[in-house]
């Protein structure tokens, strides 16, 4: 076969593929469960969709892995957290992609954290040198269902930037997850009222958007920055402040080890909660609502057990 008959017949098939006067799938690619969880909820069937990091992996450290370029390759559009939380591994596949729809600033690049609300913007000069992760402000931000509201409204607007003919297809799904939404956050809400200003310690900094929407105050962490590994010292400052504030909570995103928390737990009497941030943290975690169902029932239940304030 020479190359023309080949590619000849690879045309044929593309043709083939997409039926006449249909466009095809757009393709989405998402960095998290949690931005895939929301752009399915708005694409429904006129998307194909795949996430790069899985929810039970930290998501400022996924292992670039080929196959992430493949699928690059291939996107109409990248939807990304920012706020440099995939600062350490995804610009590389971006540029290896060598797909000009998804670099930064092309129609098909989408930044989820323009239009949310992002806590802990750092004042001043910032940068990286001491390794904090969050130098443009805390980037777990969707942990927070008003800002998944917000999130869902931008990739709408992608959506229909990019699929025109498809904005009365796209927009009842958007207006039946924001009303879903909207129902479910009274319920959770609701049911995080009676321990309004519950005081609790997380590993990581990943709930202050969550903290801020039901009411807990978080007194510290087990980093003594983000992204920086527990120190005897502040382990023992930890500990030391859960005693004297009677702490009985620390809540440990799943990818981390639980040496430190459970020794803090030790000496505390506290209870150590594995609490997923993210879609897919665990399996029972399905979608966007199964986040904030499971977490806030693990809080409630452990709250309860333990007696804390
Ligand atoms: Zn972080």
């Not at 903290?211 to 978080?218: C, D, K, N, P, V």
């Amino acid at each position: 076969m020479n190359i023309k008959f080949c590619l000849a017949v690879l045309a044929a098939l593309m043709i083939a593929s997409v039926p006449a006067g249909a466009q095809s799938k757009l393709n989405v690619i998402a960095t998290t469960e949690d931005l895939g969880s929301i752009a399915r909820e708005v694409g429904g069937d006129h998307i194909t969709l795949d996430s790069i990091a899985k929810g039970y992996q930290d998501p400022h450290f996924v292992e670039a892995k080929p196959s992430f370029i493949l699928k690059l390759q291939k996107a109409d559009v990248l939807i990304v957290i920012g706020r440099d939380l995939e600062i350490g591994w995804l610009p590389p596949l971006i540029q290896q992609s060598r797909n000009a729809k998804v670099q930064v600033g092309a129609d098909g690049y989408l930044d989820a954290s323009l239009q949310a609300r992002i806590l802990e913007i750092p004042q001043g000069q910032v940068t990286r040198a001491e390794g904090d992760v969050h130098p443009l402000g805390n980037p777990h931000y969707w942990l927070d269902p008003e800002n998944g509201k917000i999130i869902a409204r931008e990739i709408f607007d992608r959506f229909v930037k990019l699929r025109p003919n498809d904005r009365a297809y796209f927009e009842p799904r958007l207006n039946d997850f924001v009303s879903r939404l909207n129902e479910a956050e009274k319920r959770w809400v609701a049911m995080m009222a009676p321990y309004k200003g519950i005081k609790v310690v997380t590993y990581h900094r990943s709930y202050s958007n969550f903290a801020e929407r039901f009411g807990l105050t978080i007194a510290d962490f087990v980093e003594p920055k983000p992204g920086i590994p527990p120190t005897p010292q502040h382990t023992l400052d930890v500990i030391n402040g859960m005693k004297q504030s009677n702490i009985k909570l620390v809540l440990v995103e799943p990818y981390f080890d639980l040496k430190t928390p459970n020794a803090i737990g030790r000496q505390t009497g506290g209870e150590v909660l594995v609490m997923p941030p993210s879609v897919g943290g665990v399996k029972e975690i399905t979608d966007y609502f199964k986040l904030f169902d499971y977490d806030l029932n693990l809080l409630v239940e452990a709250i309860k057990k333990t007696g804390a304030k």
